[in-house]
Structure formats: structure tokens, C-alpha cells
């Protein structure tokens, strides 16, 4: 099975720029490049800050955008999003009783789990009380199956100074069930704008670029910098025995080349 993950879209009004880049150019040229190399996917997950201000003519632009999309989708909220104005565009979404945008999904292969980290008018995330009941129970009831998680706030400390403190509040109560589960499990989100894997108490985690800049890799000291790197996706390959998460940038204008020939062709 494969599953696409893209995130951090930012979108802003039509013709606003972001960083002096179009973010609906960026997410439409994410979208060709879905439907023409990766049309076989099962879905495609977009982990969070759909919309950089929450506005609601953000969400019908993100509708009519990925109406372009080949692949069904899933979404869940991030940081800068409005959860009311995202499921009044989106009314489909899967919710929990309370409202939270979760829901889960079985396949022939792993149970899918979609969590909602938004705090309101905060940029850290959270998961508790009841949301994070819920998120047990759709653990324990995968019964064997690998489970792949996708989030918007990381549960760990990367590193970055800029980013550590804006992660999911109490991690570890995150991490619990996932540790307890007897099958594969693999974490993907968003959030920090860069491409980093790794494992935290045991468990794999993943996240992507994304759609808008860059943040720095700063380790000393704590910097609100960032660049224009190309934009990337996540394409995930799940089977039962093995999950692998490759990495596709777009917009790169780097050259292409036969490798068998040294010839260019792009």
C-alpha cells in the first residue's frame, strides 16, 4: 500500500504571497506531481496548518484545489488552523463525539490512525482527556495490525531550539499505547519544516519539509530563520512486513540526468 503525506500547506488568500512564493502555486504543483508519478496511492494525508490564518475562504480554496487530486484524501488540523471553519468546509471529515477532527481507518494492511493536536490559539500542540482516550482505544483495537499515526505536533525533542518547545504537550502519554502495541507502529507529522526520522522511546517516527519554508537547523541557539528549499512530500510503502517512507521534493530546477549515459534530460 502506498499513502502520500503532505503538509504544511499554509494557504493564504489567492494571489498572496508567503516568504515571496505563491503557497497555491507550491500545493498545485504538489498535486500534479501526486497524480502523475504516484496516482496508485491509496491516499493522501495532509498533516496539518491547512490554512495559515484559519480563514474560511482558505479552506474553500483548499477544497477546490484538491478536487485536482487523483487519490482520495484525509485531513487533520495543525496550529495555525480553525477547527469550526475547517469542518464547515470539510463537513465529511471524521469526528469524535466532542468534535475533535479524529477518526481511524482499517486496511488490508495497517490500521491508519488521524489525530486533531490543535490547541486553539496556541502553536504547542495537545492530546488529552478524552481525545487521547480515544487514541488508546483505536491502539488497542488494530489487534496485531501495524498502525501508522499521522499528527500535526511532534511528540520528542529534536534538537532545534526554535521548535522544542512548540511540540505536543506530554508526549509520553502519546507514546504509551503505541510502545504496548505487539505489531508495527510508525508516527508521521508536521510541524517543523524539515525532513527528520528517527525513533523516540522505540518508536519510528517520520516528518516532512512540506509545502512552505524551511526552518534552519539550528542546535546552539535558538533562530527564527529559514529558506526556500524545494517543497516535499512523503511517499510511504507499508506491506506486513516493512514500512518505508521515501521523500519527493517538486520545484527543485535541478538538473535531471541518465545516470547510465551522463546525459541530461531535464
Known sequence: MKIIQITDIHLTARGDTRFGVSQ???????????????????????????????????????????????VPYRLI?????????????FPELGRTPDGFVQYAEDTEVARLIFLDSLDEGKITGALGGDRLAWFEAQVKEARGKPVLVFIHHPPLKSGIKMLDPLGLAEPASFLAPLKRHDAQVHVFYGHVHRSIH?????????????????????????????????????????????????????????????????????
Open 24 to 70: 497555491h502555486e507550491r500545493l498545485a504543483a504538489a498535486i500534479r506531481q501526486v497524480n502523475e508519478r504516484h496516482a496508485d496511492a491509496a491516499f493522501c494525508v495532509l498533516t496539518g496548518d491547512l490554512a495559515d490564518r484559519g480563514e474560511p475562504g482558505s479552506y474553500d480554496d483548499l477544497r477546490a484545489e484538491l478536487q485536482q487530486l487523483s
Open 77 to 89: 488540523p495543525g496550529n495555525h488552523d480553525r477547527r469550526a471553519a475547517l469542518t464547515a468546509a
Open 198 to 266: 528517527g525513533t523516540v522511546e522505540g518508536v519510528p517516527f517520520t516528518a516532512q519539509r512540506g509545502i512552505s519554508i524551511q526552518f534552519s537547523l539550528e542546535l546552539d541557539e535558538e533562530s527564527w530563520t529559514g529558506d526556500l528549499a524545494p517543497p516535499t512530500f512523503g511517499v510511504i510503502l507499508v506491506d506486513a512486513n516493512q514500512i518505508v517512507v521515501h521523500e519527493d521534493a517538486l520545484l527543485t530546477g535541478w538538473a535531471r540526468y541518465d545516470i547510465r549515459t551522463d546525459t541530461r534530460i531535464g
